[in-house]
């Protein structure tokens, strides 16, 4: 990739055909160097999977979720590694670039946007693993109370991959410059992703949390994204409450990483 491609005048066009420059350098560079390539995708929450369904269904006999719970958790744990892996790469978004981030002319903004498409690209990636359990739950059918049905609500899916975009964006422009400017941040966005993964509903309902905590739970903007990620297979999930709150939520996330990100522009160039 030419330097001068990234540089260009930041036109809508070249600005998404520098977009996508960045974000195929990204998956080139992680699975060219990588032995296991595309199985990386899928081995992760493919693992993520196994454990939690061995612990919760064969340890501790579980009574949260829903059944066939392999695919609860699964559609769920897909979408929340692509959070938890943008949101890890935002905090050095322009430090492994500062080079470029201060010599090119086109909006910055790039650097945290082509984060969010390279991980989403993998999501889909990974996509084949949900496909697979689908089919093999389809097949086996030990209990026809656990079958999974895929229904009208796979026309949410496309819904939540905007909303999750949304989401990230914003949390892209809001944590990707802070952590330039408050070298601590790194750690503590690890952290906060560590207790966001059991503050986030991937292992149980919403509805499985005790009186206030369901209430509380639904302003985790993931919670209406994730529901929409089950309603192909688990239309009862409906809520709209926790849908308005996901949406409305992801919008101010992203207007505030809007104002934040031109706020803090120039301080971050003059730290890199």
């Not at 990636?125 to 229904?151: H, W």
């Not at 192909?232 to 919008?251: A, G, H, K």
């Not at 809007?258 to 730290?271: D, Q």
Request: glycine share 4%; with cysteine; hydrophobic share 55%.
């Amino acid at each position: 990739m030419s330097h001068a491609a990234v540089g260009a005048p930041g036109t809508p066009r070249r600005y998404l055909h520098s977009l996508w420059l960045l974000s195929a350098r990204d998956l080139k560079v992680r699975y060219s160097t990588s032995f296991l390539g595309y199985l990386w995708s899928v081995l992760d929450p493919l693992v993520m999977s196994a454990i939690y369904w061995f612990v919760f269904t064969q340890i501790f006999q579980r009574d949260v979720g829903e059944e066939p719970y392999i695919i609860f958790l699964i559609s769920a744990l897909l979408p929340w590694v692509w959070f938890n892996a943008s949101v890890s790469d935002f905090t050095r978004a322009f430090k492994k670039d500062a080079r470029l981030v201060r010599s090119t002319s086109i909006p910055r903004s790039i650097w945290v946007n082509r984060i969010v498409l390279s991980k989403g690209i993998e999501y889909l990636f990974s996509l084949p693993v949900l496909v697979l359990f689908i089919i093999v739950n389809l097949v086996v059918e030990l209990d026809p109370n656990q079958t999974v049905q895929v229904g009208w609500g796979i026309l949410w899916m496309p819904v939540a991959v905007l909303l999750q975009t949304i989401l990230l964006v914003g949390l892209g422009l809001l944590v990707a410059p802070l952590c330039v400017l408050f070298v601590d941040l790194e750690r503590t966005t690890a952290l906060i992703l560590r207790a966001m993964f059991y503050a986030t509903p991937i292992i149980y309902n919403v509805t499985d949390l005790p009186g206030i905590f369901q209430t509380l739970g639904a302003f985790n903007p993931l919670a209406g994204i994730f529901m929409l990620y089950r309603m192909p297979f688990f239309p009862d999930q409906w809520n709209p409450f926790t849908l308005t709150i996901s949406v409305l939520m992801s919008l101010l996330i992203l207007a505030l990483g809007i104002w934040t990100f031109r706020s803090l522009e120039r301080p971050v160039l003059k730290e890199l």
